[in-house]
């Protein structure tokens, strides 16, 4: 069975950092491209970063870019997503996918998906 478990989300001062982590299990990911999506209440989930299998190619929404860095430790089989600089509007639930499909952004081509974990960013 295939599981992706998110950890590291909690509340946090506007301008503080999180490292959140994406742990695969089940099966290997070779070949995926593994991607973090955010939804906040009332909103449509949100693209946020994505990463290539290599772990060469990164691709961010440019909401966090400059602020967020993705990154993959392929023997661990783990997605890291280190946000920097947070601000209340960051707020959401966090969620990481894998994904086979080239278009990174889309998170309708992503069939494997972790239950999410909360990011709170108080003012």
């Known amino acids: 069975q295939v599981q992706l478990v998110e950890s590291g989300g909690g509340l946090v001062q506007a301008g503080g950092s999180l490292r959140l982590s994406c742990a695969a299990s089940g099966r290997t990911f070779s070949g995926y491209a593994m991607g973090w999506f955010r939804q906040a209440p009332g909103k449509e989930r949100e693209f946020v970063a994505a990463i290539g299998w290599s772990g060469g190619d990164t691709y961010y929404a440019d909401s966090v870019k400059g602020r967020f860095t993705i990154s993959r430790d392929k023997a661990k089989n783990t997605v890291y997503l280190e946000m920097n600089s947070l601000k209340p509007e960051d707020t959401a639930l966090y969620y990481c996918?894998?994904?086979?499909?080239?278009?990174?952004?889309?998170?309708?081509?992503?069939?494997?998906w972790g239950q999410g974990t909360q990011v709170t960013v108080s003012s």
């Open positions: 996918a894998a994904t086979r499909d080239s278009n990174w952004s889309a998170h309708q081509g992503y069939p494997y």
